[in-house]
């Protein structure tokens, strides 16, 4: 018996100081707070938007077109002479929304599935795993377009869309995981003291791999902005004068020596989100880490 | 082990011959048909069109009509490019697509892997801090942004490389290879690190290091295999997704490689050439998926401690 | 471990390679001038060679370097001049005309083009079976309509004769002032029947004929190299009758579908000529001195098309206030750097001599009032509309633009809604759409192939348009004008007409936009953005050959 396991038994029925604990040990992580900190102000902002937004977003001046930043347009303006600040906070409503709502998704369908078939093995194992390599191979470009006609322009379908796609690879190394953590000695353990299933997948099992799922999930939310942006490029997302920080950036990208401030601004904003997120990430894991708490 | 992959090879004929079906039904819901043009065509034009393609027969005669030349290995003619087979096309943009993705997938290991596995040993240094800094830059950087950044600064300001094309100018290949690896690099580095500290707190680590086995040899040896399992998950999703990734790429650089086909094919409604290259994909993503859980079940520290113990 | 250990060396060897391999070597634009080899940015990779299978711009470019038609057209006048045939004579009632073959016009096999050649192909442009979108080129012949739509299997009966071996006659329905141009159009090619045969049955779309290997054509080049979405590369013809006027020795077409990337192509001197140019270059082109930026009008207007049989567009007076309440100068100067030339009805200013009624401007207070007679006062009681255009750079900027003037003019409501191509046509051909962003591009310069877009049975009309006096007008009164001015005053009164009831919203003419090295010479910008090879030349190449 090591010291993990003294760990997880005599912690069985105590996870509320599991995680009054892990809190504490974020808070003394500096660069973790300070990626919640700018991430919960990006939300308020983004929640704030309507009334808080220096211009109407739709507004445009054509004969002022695309000029760098001003008094009067601190980030400048795009080629409508639309202002690039009241752009960049719009967007970040939706990229926002779609980011963590897409991976939201995905989180829970790709944790639920990998973990069951990986704990369960077997031919459950088999037939859950190639169901998500079908899933995997289907023309992607395909499944979008039908969605988009079948259910109309719904930017929630959209989001559920993305997340239906990226859980596939969250399934895979969630079940790689448990695979691994279902032979060690803790679970053999547990099952020894007959705890069900369902309790050694949701009190041991998932702890430890929390470690892998947060570094995928601030992998993914990135990943999902860009995959909107791509999607909403191909005229598969959402509408225009709707925007979104892939979108900008997208559209930026195509002007980058002309005007580089609308790549430059939207680009840094989306930047510092994934920093932060990264930061936090890492801090969540370090935090929950029933191992590494123990060191 | 044999017995493994044999199961999982004859497992892998259902899920292809469902990917075909699927795909088969679904690209024919899609509104819009492969010979829609913005100039109306005349009604008798098309009708003769579709006759000669059979898409007049009943959808069920099509799909088993299909499956029946599938079996022969035949893929069926383009519908956009008259005269060309689908086979003719996939052999054509296959093993370019290959090597754009072979060498994407070697600079992200390489480059991901090295910084990954060295930030991992010094946690919160500055060897840890400074390549995960790029990794996250590389993630948030994509093909659409670092492809054009790259050419302009290397092809068209320094005129170091090639701002287009493949295996025609020496040196053309660089920059899409590295555009494509790079956001993969990110992955794998951020992976490879964690998946390094978890493997390093375990006990037998511990135990290696206590048995006073040089560092270097506690790594090599006992920390990489386990330490590398998450990213051998990811890996066999990761190449086939470079393939059907490459788009963006090839389009940025004029590659003319598969990537392309795939997702024009799909906007082409050129229902043969959307089934070729989806057949062909899931045939690459269950084999690599294979290849990546016979890996990992070989990485397994549990398996592999148990080889050590008989060696 | 092993191979962990092994690949290493091995992939630093490999980019140590590529990274030493690449130095700076002469770029193609050099190598071309010093080769007489013209490297041509050509858009995409063309769906095929076959001139009675294709359709597209960059086909149009292939098809017409390997083979010839009957005439040509100047690049300088757009008039027709010798091709294939070296005279051509009407009859008086101008439903006659016999073409005379040019006794030296060979098949790049050494065959001689033959009359027969001609009667055989257009049986194959025609045929049904054939498919050929661009069979309609072929319907002022006597009944060459009822032979493509399976009506008569006999093409004995299509008005096409091989008198002898080089005299074509072709028997029109009625006189078609604009046939000769026709014969420009690759739908109208002859193809070399044994070449065809021999790798398959004549109507057969699917075979291997056109292959770099096989094929045979009669045009200033021959077909070398065909590498997919790679390049194309052609080479003078050693057999063409006008070989000595053909003065490059080769072209390489490149399939530039991206037109940033082309541009850096042509930055880096990989590219003479480019297809297009990214809409933000220009203003930085045209401030250069010695600008390879060419911009030329164009023989196509970018429209919007309203659906006049849903609410509120069923009401005359919305379709007038939408379209009056677009500046449509502000629009060109703005939005589109100044590569478009506004535009307030459907025939391009100066078809062949031809100019369009202009009926409105841009006028806000006209429109807000016609808004307020509509039932819409201000925007009261809108129900909304949608605009549909298919995914483009250039459309969705039009589309935000026009949205926001129709919402700060007449305060209505106005989505947009982006589709993909295919989901585009299907919705324009369903009708399903409030307003559909449209453009047409002439196939022939002629004012009748624009106004037949709107007749009630046009396959392009798509706006629910049914005028039984504009259909009379532009199908029957127009083609029997006895003069051209004649004609012109009947088709300025159907398009007067068409504007007046206006189903569709014009907003520009289009121009064509190129980048254009200054090496390049004989490539004169015309009103068809027509290229013949034949007259193109490099300026170094006659420089060391002097």
Redesign the interface.
């Known amino acids: 018996m090591t010291e993990r396991q003294h760990f997880e038994i005599s912690d069985l029925d105590s996870g509320i100081s599991l995680g009054k604990d892990a809190w504490i040990r974020l808070r003394k992580n500096r660069l973790a707070v300070g990626g919640l900190v700018i991430l919960v102000f990006f939300f308020v902002i983004a929640l704030l938007t309507p009334w808080i937004a220096p211009y109407d977003y739709e507004i445009q001046d054509l004969d002022l077109g695309a000029t760098g930043p001003s008094l009067k347009h601190w980030l400048g303006t795009d080629i409508f002479g639309r202002d690039l600040l009241t752009q960049i906070m719009y967007g970040g409503r939706i990229s926002l929304s779609v980011g963590f709502l897409a991976t939201i998704v995905a989180l829970v369908i790709g944790v639920t599935w990998g973990s069951i078939a990986g704990y369960i093995g077997g031919r459950t194992d088999a037939v859950m795993m190639r169901l998500v390599d079908i899933l995997y191979a289907l023309p992607f470009m395909i499944f979008i377009i039908l969605l988009m006609v079948v259910f109309g322009r719904n930017m929630l379908l959209l989001f559920l869309a993305i997340g239906a796609v990226e859980w596939l690879t969250m399934a895979r190394i969630m079940r790689g995981q448990v695979q691994t953590l279902r032979q060690q000695e803790f679970v053999e353990a547990a099952v020894a003291m007959g705890l069900s299933r369902s309790m050694i997948l949701i009190r041991h099992i998932v702890p430890n791999a929390v470690g892998p799922i947060i570094v995928y999930t601030t992998l993914t939310i990135p990943g999902v902005m860009l995959l909107e942006a791509f999607l909403s490029f191909l005229g598969l997302g959402i509408q225009p004068p709707k925007t979104s920080w892939g979108l900008l950036i997208a559209y930026g990208a195509e002007t980058m020596e002309e005007y580089p401030w609308l790549l430059l601004f939207p680009g840094f904003f989306l930047a510092t989100t994934l920093f932060s997120l990264n930061f936090l990430g890492d801090g969540l894991r370090d935090a929950l880490d029933v191992r590494s708490a123990k060191d | 082990m044999t017995r493994y992959i044999i199961?999982r090879i004859l497992?892998a004929l259902?899920?292809?011959l469902?990917?075909i079906t699927?795909?088969f039904f679904?690209?024919r819901?899609?509104?819009?048909?492969p010979f829609?043009?913005?100039?109306?065509?005349?009604p008798?034009?098309?009708a003769?069109?579709e006759a000669?393609y059979k898409l007049d027969q009943p959808i069920l005669a099509q799909y088993f009509s299909y499956l029946s030349d599938l079996r022969e290995g035949d893929f069926g003619?383009s519908f956009?490019?008259?005269?060309?087979s689908v086979n003719e096309?996939i052999a054509?943009?296959m093993p370019i697509t290959a090597e754009l993705g072979l060498y994407a997938l070697?600079f992200a290991v390489?480059l991901g892997g090295v910084t990954g596995v060295i930030a991992s040993l010094r946690p919160n240094s500055w060897v840890d801090h400074i390549p995960?800094?790029l990794a996250?830059?590389g993630?948030?950087v994509?093909s659409?942004?670092l492809g054009?950044?790259l050419?302009?600064l290397f092809?068209?300001h320094l005129?170091?490389?090639?701002?287009?094309?493949?295996g025609?100018?020496?040196?053309d290949?660089?920059l899409p290879s590295i555009t494509l690896g790079a956001a993969y690099a990110a992955?794998v580095s951020?992976?490879s690190r964690?998946?390094m500290?978890?493997v390093l707190?375990q006990?037998y680590i511990r135990t290696a290091r206590a048995k006073g086995l040089a560092e270097w040899r506690v790594i090599?040896?006992h920390a990489?295999r386990g330490g590398l399992?998450?990213l051998?998950?990811?890996m066999?999703?990761a190449f086939?997704g470079l393939l059907?990734g490459s788009f963006?790429v090839e389009?940025?650089?004029?590659v003319?490689?598969l990537g392309?086909f795939?997702?024009q094919a799909?906007?082409?409604?050129d229902y043969t050439m959307?089934l070729g290259?989806?057949i062909f994909?899931?045939t690459l993503?269950?084999i690599f998926?294979l290849l990546s859980d016979v890996l990992?079940a070989w990485m397994?520290?549990?398996i592999r401690s148990d080889l050590l113990d008989h060696d | 471990m092993l191979t962990l250990q092994k690949i290493p060396r091995s992939i630093f060897a490999l980019l140590f390679i590529l990274l030493a391999s690449c130095s700076v070597q002469e770029g193609n634009v050099d190598s071309g001038n010093r080769l007489g080899i013209l490297h041509y940015g050509n858009g995409s990779e063309p769906q095929g060679l076959d001139p009675h299978v294709v359709t597209g711009v960059p086909e149009n470019h292939l098809v017409r370097a390997l083979f010839e038609g009957l005439a040509v057209k100047n690049p300088y006048t757009l008039e027709p001049e010798p091709g294939v045939a070296e005279r051509w004579e009407f009859s008086d009632d101008k439903r006659i005309v016999n073409f005379f073959i040019n006794p030296r016009a060979r098949w790049s096999n050494g065959d001689p083009v033959q009359a027969s050649d001609y009667v055989w192909s257009w049986r194959r442009a025609l045929h049904p079976e054939m498919g050929n979108p661009y069979s309609y080129m072929l319907f002022p012949v006597k009944n060459a309509e009822a032979f493509a739509k399976g009506q008569i299997s006999d093409f004995g009966k299509v008005g096409v004769k091989a008198l002898d071996e080089r005299t074509l006659e072709v028997t029109l329905n009625e006189p078609t002032p604009y046939f000769i141009q026709l014969m420009d159009h690759y739908s109208t090619f002859a193809v070399h029947p044994p070449t065809i045969m021999k790798f398959g049955a004549s109507t057969d779309r699917y075979t291997k004929w056109t292959r770099e290997e096989n094929i045979v054509g009669n045009g200033p080049f021959v077909l070398t190299e065909w590498k997919l979405n790679r390049r194309i590369v052609v080479e003078k013809s050693s057999t063409y009758w006008d070989r000595n006027k053909v003065s490059l020795n080769g072209v390489v077409f490149y399939p530039t579908e991206n037109s940033v990337t082309e541009e850096r192509m042509f930055r880096v001197g990989q590219l003479h000529y480019t297809a297009s140019v990214p809409l933000d270059k220009i203003p930085i082109y045209r401030e250069m001195e010695n600008t390879p930026y060419v911009q030329a009008p164009y023989l196509g207007t970018y429209y919007y098309l309203l659906n006049i049989n849903k609410k509120p567009l069923d009401d005359i007076r919305v379709r007038k206030a939408l379209s009056l309440s677009i500046d449509r100068d502000k629009l060109a100067s703005t939005v589109l750097q100044g590569t478009a030339v506004p535009a307030y009805s459907i025939t391009p200013p100066n078809t062949l001599g031809y100019d369009p009624p202009k009926l409105f401007g841009y006028d806000p207070e006209k429109a807000k009032q016609l808004m307020t007679e509509a039932g819409f006062p201000n925007g009261k009681n809108w129900p909304g509309i949608e605009i549909i255009y298919n995914t483009s750079e250039s459309h969705r900027k039009i589309a935000v633009a026009i949205q926001q003037m129709w919402a700060s003019t007449l305060n209505i409501q106005v989505t947009l809604s982006n589709q993909e191509w295919k989901v585009y046509l299907d919705s324009v051909d369903q009708m399903d759409f409030d307003i559909a962003r449209r453009g047409w591009i002439g196939d022939y310069v002629d004012p009748n192939n624009f106004l037949d877009l709107f007749i009630s049975s046009g396959g392009n009309n798509s706006t629910g348009y049914a005028d039984g006096i504009y259909d009379d007008l532009v199908l029957r009164k127009a083609t029997k004008a006895s003069s051209r001015e004649l004609r012109y005053q009947i088709f300025h009164r159907a398009e007067t007409m068409l504007m007046q009831a206006m189903p569709i919203i014009p907003i520009y003419t289009y121009t064509s936009k190129h980048l254009i090295n200054p090496s390049v010479k004989g490539l004169p910008s015309n009103l068809m953005d027509s290229l013949n090879l034949k007259y193109v030349w490099l300026d170094n190449l006659k420089k060391e050959e002097r």
């Open positions: 199961v497992q259902p899920v292809i469902a990917v699927a795909t679904l690209v819901m899609a509104p819009g048909g829609d043009s913005e100039k109306a065509v005349m008798e034009v098309k003769a069109l000669r003619p956009k490019y008259p005269g060309r096309l054509a943009g070697i390489l995960m800094t996250m830059i993630i948030c994509p659409f942004l054009p950044s050419v302009l092809g068209v005129d170091w490389f090639p701002v287009s094309g493949w025609d100018i020496p040196g290949k660089v992955y951020r992976l964690a998946g500290l978890e707190s006990d090599t040896r990489l399992l998450p051998v998950a990811f066999g999703p086939a059907s963006v389009t940025i650089f004029q003319p490689g392309r795939y997702v799909a906007f082409n409604r959307i290259t989806t994909l899931s993503i269950v998926n990992a397994n520290p549990r």
